[in-house]
């Protein structure tokens, strides 16, 4: 039979356990929440964006040229605020040089708005 100085530090050993678990549980999971917020608020690379956006246009027509800017910048539309990259595609139709302007959303990198200048 155990004697009770053994049982306490029975006792508290798995208290130690039990903690080490606890704190080790905390660490692992607050790593994935990181990583999951930090992933999230990523931005995609500009000239990615750009070049899908070349692809959709050269399905049509050749290019004459494109740009897009280097960092992106805050947009607020219809109460939603994100950030976005600004650029363009320019092409000739019917022997015209033609412009068109694109927002793209940083994050996603989908097009959220396209214009002919």
């Known amino acids: 039979m ?6 306490c530090m029975c006792k508290k050993h798995k208290e130690e356990i039990l903690g080490g678990i606890l704190f080790g549980a905390g660490l692992v999971l607050g790593s994935v929440v990181t990583a999951l917020c ?10 990615k964006i750009l070049e899908n ?17 280097l960092h992106p910048v805050p947009l607020s539309r219809y109460s939603s605020k994100t950030d976005v990259y600004y650029g363009g595609i320019s092409r000739k139709e019917e022997g015209v040089l ?8 940083a994050y996603t990198g989908t097009i959220l708005d396209l214009y002919k200048l």
Not at 38 to 47: A, L, P, V
């Open 98 to 105: 033609v412009q068109y302007e694109f927002i793209a959303d």
């Open 53 to 69: 956006v070349k692809k959709m246009f050269l399905a049509e027509a050749p290019i004459e040229g494109s740009w897009i800017e």
């Open 38 to 47: 930090y992933e999230q608020k990523r931005t995609i690379n500009g000239d």
């Open 2 to 7: 155990m004697n009770f100085l053994e049982k």
